[in-house]
């Protein structure tokens, strides 16, 4: 089509019409839909709702019907097409001279009341005469400029509809059993008629509801361990409200509708106060459902967006979310004094404490520095984290341990380059050889760490406690191992480096542990300093009991507690921290190469980052002044040098978090057996 074809088309004026006349009619709707709002200022929610929807789907159909109009009379007024063609070929029609011959008016015709009135008459329609001739030049381009305007908000619109298709298909499974129960049990209480689908995903930050034909709610796993049960069932609550009132449905029509409209800024702003008020009317049906639970709901949602602002994640603008909307005004709302329900004085004075105290964590939340803030779980920035594995391989702790060890260190290894852990694994060298020759399978393991990067330190031979074996054979137990451990590293040009003492024990002595850590120096080796110590170890036995039967429920069940435990241990050790440092020095932490720590990685390494910490190098870690602080301890036990530390000063221990119930049991149960 060439240019001339293209700006005399009746369909490109018609459309450039209809945009004009578009500018001042949803300016016009804006302005009445916000003396409504006003009007419906103590009304609810759902009310203002309904209006501004109305008032958006107003503006589409009033466009629709001026475009149908002007196509209307463009059609029944040949004069005007023929004048048009007329012009354009330098001719002049018959019908323009039959115009042109028309007598001027007589005194016997309408005529304005006085000359005055006359001229302005006159001025007037020169005025949109000469507005229209020269308007017509400029509507292709117009026309081609909100064509291009729409293609490219159009194909933002699909990029949002294809990460919808990636939350939907991607890293997602079904929650444990306990939580689809309650979510059944939640459906019924709100009357969810339709068929609704709970689903835990590691791609999305915060609950969002993703379709409509088929809904289904995606909870961040880690939401589960995050948010108490309580708080997340009023999260699902609200999203369960959005489907059960199609609001998925009106907001992608709304997304539509603001990709045909993305020029008008009023028609933004009407869609804001749409899915604004959307927000506040889930939030009114929430707090009808669970009653007196406003401060848990208003909890929840600052604990939500408190999540999402460290993530950083935003989604699709037509995906609905828990947290959506000007939070601060939603928790406003939520607390504030329902006027249909007399309070007592004490309700009311709590709930303006909740306010405040939710208040505080959002001005923290919503500050410049909202991306590096301290909260209830410890969340700073410039935390270090370094993280030794012991031991490599790992422990037959079971009587018929997994047979897939090199799986799990391969799976290991990924997650350790997937997060960027500059993790160091220490050698066991009687999982390897015999003292002469290696065994292949298992010192490939080793190789395996080794080629991916990882630095290679050592324990024991055997991993025997120091305080119960006397001191030339702890010292030829290490031997041992440095001497295999050696081969493998030469075969790269490597050093030997490190040293981890099995148990966390340092003897028995004073004497001992000197004596052993000044042969370390003349071995080139320095010992490792833990500071957080864990039971992670238990946890893994039982993971691994399970996986023997392959019992799926219990191996879920005790991921979620270990993760729950490791997060409770966190805040253990970094009270520590602040409590003998007043900082958060470089911590270093003691795991083993377990099944259950390659399954769990994802929750385990995100929690960790959740918290402020950056992964680095042992080497980096024990450069911080902390680890050159004076412990003495000796005995028995095996314990963290934090709690070294505290015994040194003579300070009191804290109380460590314990093990869960199902674990312990299983523990217990295998030593009642042996």
């Not at 048009?84 to 019908?95: F, L, P, R, V, Y």
């Not at 377990?594 to 929750?603: G, H, M, T």
Request: net charge positive; charged share 25%; aromatic share 12%.
């Amino acid at each position: 089509m060439n240019w001339e074809i293209l700006t005399n088309s009746k369909l490109i004026e018609n459309l450039g019409w209809t945009l004009l006349h578009s500018l001042w009619q949803i300016a016009l709707i804006a302005v009445v839909l916000f003396l409504l709002l006003r009007i419906l200022k103590n009304f609810s929610a759902n009310a203002r709702y309904l209006v501004s929807v109305f008032a958006l789907a107003f503006a589409l159909v009033l466009s629709a019907a001026t475009f149908v109009n002007i196509e209307r009379n463009s059609s029944s007024n040949p004069f005007r097409n023929e004048f048009s063609t007329a012009k354009n070929d330098g001719q002049i029609d018959e019908n323009v001279r039959r115009a042109e011959d028309f007598p001027p008016f007589t005194k016997t015709e309408i005529q304005p009341a006085n000359s005055k009135d006359a001229s302005v008459f006159a001025s007037i329609k020169s005025f949109q005469n000469y507005f229209n001739e020269n308007f017509s030049a400029v509507l292709p381009f117009v026309v081609g400029l909100w064509f291009f305007g729409v293609a490219f908000f159009t194909f933002r619109l699909m990029g949002g509809v294809w990460q919808l298709h990636l939350y939907k298909t991607r890293k997602i499974s079904a929650p444990y059993s306990e939580w689809q129960e309650r979510f059944f049990v939640l459906c019924e209480k709100l009357k969810i008629t339709r068929t609704v689908k709970l689903l835990q995903s590691n791609l999305v930050e915060t609950p969002i509801v993703v379709g409509f034909l088929k809904p289904i709610i995606l909870i961040p796993a880690s939401i589960f361990l995050q948010i108490n049960p309580r708080e997340l069932e009023t999260i699902l609550a609200h999203e369960l409200i959005h489907i059960r009132r199609y609001d998925c449905l009106i907001n992608f029509a709304q997304s539509v509708v603001e990709v045909l409209f993305f020029y008008h800024p009023c028609a933004w702003w009407i869609s804001s106060v749409i899915r604004q008020e959307r927000e506040f009317a889930a939030d009114e049906a929430v707090i009808k459902s669970f009653g007196a639970s406003r401060l848990i709901y208003a909890n929840a949602l600052a604990n939500l967006e408190e999540i999402r602002q460290m993530t950083n994640q935003t989604a699709p603008s037509f995906l609905v979310a828990a947290n959506g909307g000007n939070l601060m005004q939603r928790i406003q709302k939520i607390l504030q004094k329902n006027t249909e329900i007399k309070r007592s004085a004490s309700i009311a004075w709590s709930a303006m404490l909740a306010l405040t105290l939710i208040s505080a964590v959002l001005l923290t939340v919503f500050s410049p520095y909202s991306g590096e803030f301290v909260n209830a779980q410890t969340k700073t920035k410039n935390r270090k984290l370094a993280i030794g594995f012991v031991s490599i391989p790992p422990l037959d702790r079971t009587e018929n341990p997994p047979k897939d060890a090199d799986a799990t260190a391969r799976l290991m290894i990924a997650k350790l380059t997937q997060y960027k852990i500059p993790a160091i694994g220490f050698v066991q060298g009687a999982m390897i050889s015999d003292g002469e020759k290696l065994y292949p399978v298992r010192a490939n393991i080793v190789r395996l760490w080794r080629d991916a990067g990882f630095d290679i330190g050592i324990g024991g031979y055997k991993h025997i406690w120091f305080y119960d074996t006397p001191f030339e054979e702890y010292v030829a137990n290490t031997e041992k191992n440095e001497a295999i451990t050696k081969k493998i590293l030469a075969e790269k040009n490597l050093p030997l480096r490190y040293f981890s003492y099995p148990y966390l024990n340092t003897g028995k002595s004073t004497e001992d542990k000197t004596k052993f850590e000044a042969w370390l120096k003349e071995r080139g080796l320095t010992s490792v300093k833990y500071t957080i110590d864990n039971n992670e170890w238990m946890y893994s036995y039982a993971y691994d009991m399970a996986r023997n039967d392959n019992d799926v429920s219990t191996m879920n069940e005790i991921r979620v507690e270990f993760i729950n435990y490791m997060s409770k241990m966190f805040d253990h050790y970094e009270a520590y921290s602040n409590k003998m440092f007043g900082r958060d020095i470089a911590q270093t932490m003691v795991l083993t190469p377990s099944r259950l720590v390659a399954d769990s990685a994802d929750d385990l390494f995100e929690m960790i980052t959740k918290r402020g910490y950056k992964f680095v190098s042992m080497d980096e870690a024990q450069v911080d002044e902390a680890y050159r602080v004076e412990e003495s301890f000796v005995g028995k036990s095996g314990i963290s040098w934090f709690e070294r530390w505290a015994k040194t000063q003579g300070r009191k221990l804290r109380d460590e978090p314990k093990v869960s119930e199902n674990v312990q049991k299983i523990w217990d149960e295998t030593k009642s057996k042996k």
